[in-house]
């Protein structure tokens, strides 16, 4: 079993700053690309940033010089730290990740979600 649980999602006003994290847990051979999507209500989820598993890194264009994805190898976890948040940043972020099981075995994982709002 693999589980992946974020943190960090919260109120907090325009212009702030939130560090979400994401924790990939369970029976782990080797974890690929990561990345986060959010999906805000009435709205599709889109991806906002990736990171591959030799760090190259994927915005969305509306977060790019906002947002910085990364990751620690060695914990299993992504993080994604958001400056100068937006109304427009308001939505459920989920972490995806693609984990290998075993060496020839590998699926596409997601979090439960964590909310993050932006408003005065």
Do not use: H
Not at 50 to 66: A, E, F, G, N, Q
């Amino acid at each position: 079993q693999v589980q992946l649980v974020e943190s960090g999602g919260a109120l907090v006003q325009p212009g702030g700053s939130l560090r979400l994290s994401c924790a990939a847990s369970g029976s782990i051979f080797r974890i690929g690309t990561m990345g986060w999507y959010r999906q805000a209500p009435g709205k599709q989820r889109e991806l906002v940033a990736l990171i591959t598993s030799s760090s190259s890194t994927r915005y969305v264009d509306s977060v790019k010089d906002r947002f910085t994805i990364s990751r620690d190898s060695a914990k299993n976890t992504v993080y994604l730290q958001m400056n100068s948040l937006k109304s427009e940043d308001t939505a459920v972020y989920y972490c995806n990740a693609v984990i290998w099981t075993t060496s020839d075995r590998t699926a596409n994982y997601w979090g439960r979600g964590t909310q993050v709002t932006v408003s005065p």
